[in-house]
């Protein structure tokens, strides 16, 4: 495959197949422009003679023998568009025909305008340094950080962003934030996050999580400038049945917990603006997670958090449900799914629009919570657990939960990097790490997101294959 960058630096002739909406984020956001583009091709005769860039889109049959390569500028066409290069001029893709068409994340974030809810968060704070490292001017919009220590500070995030503290109930405040900021894209992962405080404050939760989908939806239909939204909700979004079958996005919403039930709404919420308002402007979609774990994450009632703080103070772990089952991953593997999935939906938004899952692959990172306890404390080199003692009553907590994302694989190229027992070294390295050398967080959340990154190379994902455009 030739890449644009070598087309740029050698200037030999080429034809850009395509003059959609892919082809103009290549004009726009690689070196496209920088091309001897000799024209553009389109087969549909409504482009014909009109011009790109300067230069006249041709029919495909008006260009004779092309003197060099064509490069293939549609993300849904190039099986079709490589058939009709070799009927027509005799080429074959894989000796001179080179496609470009899919960028990967740096490529589709550097200087690119993004707005992120809830980057002070555990899970927002991971999504914004990545953005911040692709280069994309980011708009964090969030409440103080909900913890302390906080990964949010930790890292001193707010030094490299634009850092708004408001809330997302507050619609007036949400709206003139992202009219000022004008962003291409809009990750919502603000929330009220946590099962057990829902039951504690049901109507902040519900207010919050739906509400606040409402009021970012809202913002995002009076923003010209945004081109796609993803709203993060989660795996517990489903009607569960504890059937063990993995949930699939096709599958009812719903939720016997405060927390479950108001996700299942904010799906429902995301559904009822894409089909009514977004028609005409920006894609939607909507992506749902499993139990992420990963360094920075101090928040209550999570078994991570709560074995770190127990280990720093020499107590054994209390495990709540140790027999409960998720689907446990590293942070890095949803956000990837979303960055991706974002980054699709601003070359072709209405293609990549609904519900996606974003879980281990076929179960593989599906364990017990006793089992992700073990190999945590097995990481950390000390230590031990036990369930609490005492009968009392505990609210409901589903004890299964699985996700099918054979959907993100199939038709986006996403699929997890590290399994289970890989993303539980990773974060008990980082927490290690933090509490040796506080100053040193920002140092290891940069190494670790580079190793994944290279590790999705290897492993041939689409988004880490392309060239890098900041030089890492």
């Not at 920088?34 to 091709?41: L, Q, Y």
């Not at 993995?246 to 009812?252: L, N, V, Y």
């Not at 076929?362 to 005492?390: C, I, N, Y």
Request: with cysteine; charged share 20%; glycine share 8%.
């Amino acid at each position: 495959m030739v890449k644009i960058s070598e087309l740029a630096e050698a200037q030999s002739p080429i034809y850009v197949w395509g003059t959609g909406t892919h082809a103009l984020h290549l004009l726009t956001s690689s070196r496209l422009a920088e091309c001897n583009i000799v024209g553009f091709i389109d087969s549909n005769p409504h482009y014909s003679g009109r011009q790109l860039a300067g230069r006249t889109v041709l029919d495909p049959r008006a260009v004779g023998k092309p003197g060099g390569p064509i490069l293939v500028a549609s993300a849904v066409s190039q099986t079709a568009i490589a058939d009709s290069a070799r009927r027509l001029f005799g080429l074959t893709c894989r000796s001179s025909c080179s496609m470009e068409s899919q960028m990967g994340l740096t490529e589709s974030y550097a200087d690119r305008r993004v707005f992120v809810t809830g980057h002070t968060g555990f899970k927002g704070a991971w999504l914004a340094e990545w953005l911040v490292t692709l280069g994309a001017e980011v708009t964090g919009y969030a409440l103080d950080p909900p913890t302390e220590p906080s990964l949010f500070a930790a890292i001193d995030l707010g030094s490299r962003l634009h850092h708004v503290v408001a809330d997302v109930r507050d619609r007036g405040r949400l709206v003139a934030e992202v009219q000022a900021a004008q962003p291409a894209v809009i990750f919502h992962l603000a929330a009220q996050p946590l099962v057990l405080r829902a039951y504690a404050e049901p109507h902040e939760t519900f207010e919050t999580n739906v509400m606040g989908t409402v009021n970012v939806l809202e913002a995002a239909r009076a923003c010209a400038s945004v081109q796609a939204v993803v709203v993060v909700t989660s795996d517990k979004c489903y009607q569960n049945h504890e059937d063990d079958r993995p949930f699939r996005e096709t599958d009812a919403m719903g939720g016997r917990d405060p927390y479950s039930a108001s996700k299942g709404c904010a799906e429902l919420v995301t559904a009822a603006y894409r089909e009514s308002f977004f028609a005409d402007g920006a894609a939607a979609a909507s992506a749902r997670a499993g139990n992420v774990i990963g360094g920075g994450d101090w928040a209550a009632d999570r078994i991570i958090p709560d074995s770190v703080r127990a280990l720093v103070a020499g107590k054994p772990i209390v495990v709540r449900n140790p027999d409960a089952v998720r689907p446990w991953q590293h942070v890095l593997e949803p956000l990837a799914g979303y960055l991706w999935l974002g980054a699709r939906m601003l070359g072709e938004g209405r293609r990549y629009e609904g519900a996606w899952n974003f879980g281990p692959t076929d179960q593989a990172g599906d364990h017990p919570v006793r089992w992700v306890v073990e190999r945590f404390l097995a990481e950390w080199g000390a230590g031990s657990w036990v369930t609490p003692s005492g009968s009392e009553p505990k609210p409901h907590e589903a004890h299964r939960l699985s996700l099918d994302s054979a959907k993100a694989r199939e038709q986006l190229g996403w699929a997890p990097v590290w399994d289970a027992q890989t993303a539980v070294r990773h974060t008990a390295s980082w927490y290690r790490e933090y509490y040796r050398a506080p100053a040193a967080a920002r140092n290891v959340v940069a190494d670790q997101i580079r190793a994944y990154e290279d590790d999705a190379r290897a492993a041939g994902l689409p988004w880490a294959a392309a060239e890098s455009g900041n030089g890492r």
